[in-house]
């Protein structure tokens, strides 16, 4: 079967749909049913781009044409001009490449003669259009519910995501098809000596950090993090630093003003600021955690709970949208303004080993029943049955 994916996610640091999009991409490459062809931007390959290797890969003179460019052109404009050459290379590959089935992961389809599979993450543009930026609110909201229209099924990662479908845009529960995200195996436990050097290098010690995880920007809700963890006691604080990662997204600088507030803790040292991190580093801070902190007000899915619960970690997280999902009975779930909640359970997970120990048990085990491999069978018989609608077979 040959199938189309647009990859273009992958040449950006990869968050979560980027993440969903590598490792479909990798699974339709292993596959021995799938000839896959990647869509890059433009650029069509038969190869999948390694995660994190594109970071800081565009030349100094690309940069400074594109940073003219997006001074020039306005951006309404601009990503109409992107679309529209992008879309003449779409076309031109898929004839080339004799596609069969092409796979949207992100969002908005590209037009076509094939069967279509379109993987909607959240519509958080629409619940929360506060937390994105206008420009992206208008260009989501004029391209996608034609992207909906064109696909004949769509993929959610969760009963969640495929219920707001229905309840927004009124589409039939058939055409939607609920398939959960995972885990990759670099997500594991580890004890004590197999984190060490990595933890050295970030000044942190296995067991001695709460962490939160997740993209500077206002839908994380990390801004409650930092209160929730302000109001530990100092000795507290001073053995159990708060270390965030995630890269600086739109309206990082209201994110930024919030520090003011917690100034003196980061210059103790009880507050860290890592910044993006490649999935190796990421995957063994996690694994050294004494908890995560996860207090986003609105998922689709929510991969660093799921990645820390396979790290055998305990998780402390909303209880909205997915999130309640993908958790279980495995974490803590609290109201994600619910400030003092969230301090009380931090204090917990620090003063009671034995919750802490029985909680990262029931993680682990809860995690299994998530994993990529499970997810890419999933959408590889989503793609056979939009080939075939009649008897789902293969051709």
């Not at 991409?25 to 995660?51: C, H, M, N, T």
């Not at 100034?263 to 507050?271: E, N």
């Not at 958790?327 to 802490?356: C, F, K, Q, W």
Request: aromatic content about 8%.
């Amino acid at each position: 079967m040959r199938v189309a994916l647009n990859a273009t996610p992958l040449l950006s640091p990869l968050t979560g749909i980027g993440q969903y999009t590598y490792q479909i991409a990798k699974g339709l490459y292993e596959s021995s049913e799938i000839k896959p062809s990647y869509f890059y931007a433009g650029v069509w390959s038969d190869q999948v781009r390694e995660a994190d290797t594109n970071i800081g890969s565009m030349g100094a003179t690309q940069q400074s044409i594109r940073s003219v460019i997006k001074k020039a052109i306005p951006d309404g404009v601009r990503y109409r001009m992107s679309r529209a050459w992008r879309q003449r290379s779409f076309s031109k590959g898929c004839q080339a490449n004799q596609i069969q089935v092409y796979h949207e992961p992100n969002f908005l389809t590209y037009r076509h003669d094939v069967p279509t599979v379109l993987t909607v993450h959240d519509l958080s543009w629409i619940r929360y259009p506060h937390t994105h930026a206008k420009a992206h609110v208008a260009e989501m909201n004029h391209y996608f519910p034609d992207s909906l229209m064109r696909a004949d099924k769509i993929v959610t990662v969760s009963e969640f995501v495929k219920q707001e479908v229905q309840d927004v845009f009124g589409i039939a529960p058939d055409r939607i098809v609920a398939i959960g995200e995972g885990a990759e195996q670099l997500f594991q436990p580890r004890n004590s000596i197999e984190t060490q050097n990595a933890l050295n290098r970030f000044g942190l010690k296995h067991g001695k950090y709460i962490l939160a995880v997740g993209t500077l920007e206002p839908r994380k809700n990390l801004i409650v993090a930092l209160k929730a963890y302000s109001q530990l006691s100092s000795s507290v604080r001073a053995e159990y630093p708060l270390i965030l990662i995630g890269m600086k997204a739109w309206l990082a600088h209201e994110f930024d003003k919030n520090l003011a507030s917690v100034a003196s803790l980061i210059k103790d040292g009880q507050i860290r600021l890592l910044g993006y991190q490649p999935r190796e580093d990421l995957a063994v801070v996690m694994s050294g955690a004494l908890c995560l902190v996860y207090p986003s007000i609105y998922e689709g899915f929510g991969l660093p709970p799921l990645e820390a619960m396979a790290s055998a970690v305990p998780v402390i997280s909303s209880n909205v949208s997915s999130i309640p999902e993908v958790v279980g009975d495995s974490g803590v779930l609290i109201d994600p303004h619910n400030v003092e909640a969230l301090t009380e359970a931090m204090l917990r997970m620090v003063e009671d080993a034995n919750y802490r120990n029985q909680l990262s048990q029931k993680a682990l085990e809860r995690s299994r029943v998530f994993s990529w491999p499970n997810c890419v069978e999933k959408t590889i018989a989503v793609y056979r049955e939009v080939l075939n609608p009649v008897s789902g077979a293969t051709t």
